[in-house]
Structure formats: C-alpha cells, structure tokens
C-alpha cells in the first residue's frame, strides 16, 4: 500500500514542522492532499488528516512543551513516571505516543514488564538490542507495543502504539 507510505511520510513531515510559516503550511497540506486525496488540515501542533477510512489526528510538543494524553487512552497501559508526551497519534481505537524520561531504558523495561504483567496483559514479544527493546502484549481483543530507545543524556525515548482487533 504504497499511498499509505507516503501519507505516513507526509504527515510526520507536517507534522515536525510546527514552526512553518503560514504560506508553508498551506504548501505541505496542498501537497499531502493532491499526492493522497485525503483532507488536511493543519492548527498549531495538531495535523488532522481526514480519509474515507476515517479521521486521523497528530499532535506534536513545541518549545520544550508537553502534549496531554488522549481522553480515550488506555488507563491500563505502564507510563513511566516521570515523563513528557512529545506526541500523539490517534485514529479510531489505535493510539500511538511518544515520550521521553529520565529514567534508565533497563528500568523503564522492568516497569513495563512488571506493569503489564499485573494488569493481566501476556507477552507476546520481547526483543533486545544493544541500546534499546521492543515488547508487546495482548490482553482480550487489544494489543500494546513498547519501543525503548536509550537517549545520549542516559534517559529513554519510549514509543506506545495500542489498539483493539475491532
């Protein structure tokens, strides 16, 4: 599906361009809804893409400032404490969240593992690599993914993408 390549790429390109003057934007919208047919429409830091399939929203942080969760998003999913939501992704029942903390990429692994275990989840996936990991879990028709990434000042850049089978 190559058009939803290109969507994906267009809209991280909007989507990284908060500071873009106003002429910019209207470019970058003009040019994500002639190469997709899908609506754009960009507002500050939020990029809402809408297609035949549905509604697609992107919200990025600017100036060192923090996005806020979705209303909709899971309760029971492990959110290290601290953390500062650098963006959010919401279409339908799937959401995806990045964020960033200051704690450990081993530490924030073992509160994920131990989190999601106690909430009832089952691993379906645990991998290591050398600066970071990748889980995911299952729990009744949804799954969650967790990418860790160890950042330069020792902290951990964490990736969450969750989702129903609906």
């Not at 100036?63 to 939501?85: M, N």
Request: glycine share 8%; charged share 20%.
């Amino acid at each position: 599906m190559p058009s939803h390549r290109i969507l994906l790429a267009l809209i991280a390109a909007t989507a990284v361009l908060p500071a873009c003057k106003k002429a910019q934007d209207a470019a970058v919208e003009a040019a994500v809804e002639r190469a997709t047919g899908a609506k754009v429409d960009k507002d500050g830091n939020t990029v809402t893409v809408q297609t035949d399939k549905g509604e697609m929203r992107i919200t990025t942080a600017a100036d060192g400032t923090a996005v806020a969760l979705p209303t909709d998003f899971p309760t029971d999913l492990y959110l290290p404490t601290p953390h500062k939501v650098e963006s959010v992704m919401a279409m339908g029942s799937a959401h995806m969240v990045n964020l960033t903390t200051s704690m450990a990429t081993a530490d924030v692994h073992a509160g994920v593992v131990d989190a999601m275990q106690r909430g009832g989840w089952t691993q379906a996936l645990a991998m290591q690599t050398g600066e970071g990991s990748t889980l995911a879990y299952r729990k009744d028709k949804r799954q969650a993914f967790y990418q860790l990434v160890k950042q330069d000042d020792g902290g951990t850049q964490l990736a969450i993408r969750a989702a129903s089978d609906e």
